[in-house]
């Protein structure tokens, strides 16, 4: 007997995307559709008509777009204005009311009566409660990408402003006790990392209901031949948390540098002009590029020194898969199992950057034992066809059909 899968999602799957959320769901979502015995259904906001014309095999796609804000409906307009800036809004600030209620009215459109409700992202985890009382005999999973309340536990520590800091530890503690009780009310919960998994369970999550899975990453193998000169940074250069990352370290950490013949090289797509202003002989803003596989091959390590974001980090995983050094901080290599100065090079301030990057130029680190090393701790850790098998299982095992 076939099992009738819907996911929810606040994000298009996507194949090839600017982002690790989106290209992770394809993954899964993909596989899923592969099984003989499971029906799939997605109802996902797109971001445009582009989007929304996403197709993928034996799956039934139902796009939700922004409606167009306009007074001619005020109730609603009222209520999407407060979605968006109400600090307090029940639903978190990402995702304007109406499109919550879109996407209740495209299921009771369609008709239809899933067995297991995957909810993409932890901002779709607040549908349970009217989806509960429409299936109260489906089973539910979250999908959580990241535990979004601590990005505002991670905003607020990065206020210099008292009161700012205090706004943001203030709506923290909102978004984490609305979060919680949210994920509480699913069957099971996933994050996307052993890290995530404790810290739901330290938040008082039942452990039974935590599952862990493994994110997508590309497996970018690379003949790894270093220059000695060139140090990559890269993301989607028109997120927050990756430009000015790079930014900072075009400010902080480079003017450190300059007794070296180093240069820097940001590549991603859309990066805003304050950073495109910043390019000169030694920083060159790449923006996208079509092949990661030279720059991959050719540099001598990969910086990110974030400071905002939650959950994994896609790019750190691919870096340290293709054998690249890596340094990075405490945020940058939450949730992967390595040690540092082994696997990876653990950096808090420009000064530890600045020195560690000396060291490799110098010839003073064995790059290729940190590259041997990198890849083998990503390898023996997060393993996706395993991870895919174990998530098939589950939701077989939840629906009561297996």
Known sequence: ????????????????????????????????????????????????????????DNVRIFPILNETLTAAHPVRLLKDINSKINPFAKKGNTLRESIYTQIIDTIIDINIHPDVIVLEFSQMAYLVYPLKKKFPEAKFLVSEHDVSYLWYRRKSASQNNFIMKKYWNMIGKYRKKMELDAIDHCDIIMPHNEKDRRLLITDGVDPAKVCPLVPY????????????????????????????????????????????????????????????????????????????????????????????????????????????????????????????????????????YAGVLKQIIDREVDLNTISINAHKCIVDNFDKERSFEEYYNRILRLSGKS
């Open 1 to 56: 007997m076939a099992i009738d899968l819907l996911y929810i999602s606040m994000m298009m799957p996507q194949k090839k995307a600017n982002n690790g959320g989106a290209h992770t769901f394809y993954y899964y979502i993909n596989n899923m559709a592969k099984q003989r015995n499971i029906n799939v259904t997605l109802i996902a906001k797109a971001r445009d008509k582009k989007e929304a014309s996403t197709q993928i």
């Open 217 to 352: 990453y590309e497996e970018i193998n690379v003949s790894r031949q270093p220059n000695y000169r060139d140090v990559i940074i890269y993301g989607a250069m028109d997120r927050p948390e990756n430009y000015q990352s790079a930014i900072w370290f075009i400010n902080k950490v480079m003017p450190l540098l300059t007794d070296l013949d180093i240069r820097l090289l940001v590549i991603g797509g859309n990066p805003p002009e304050k950073l495109r202003n910043l390019d000169n002989h030694n920083i060159k803003i790449l923006g996208f590029v079509d092949d990661l596989k030279p720059y991959f091959s050719s540099c001598a390590a990969m910086v990110a020194p974030l400071s905002l974001g939650a959950g994994i980090k896609i790019k750190v995983l691919e870096a340290m898969y293709a054998g690249i050094p890596t340094l990075t901080n405490e945020i940058g290599i939450e949730g992967i199992p390595a040690t540092d100065k082994k696997d990876y090079f653990l950096c808090n301030s420009s000064e530890d």
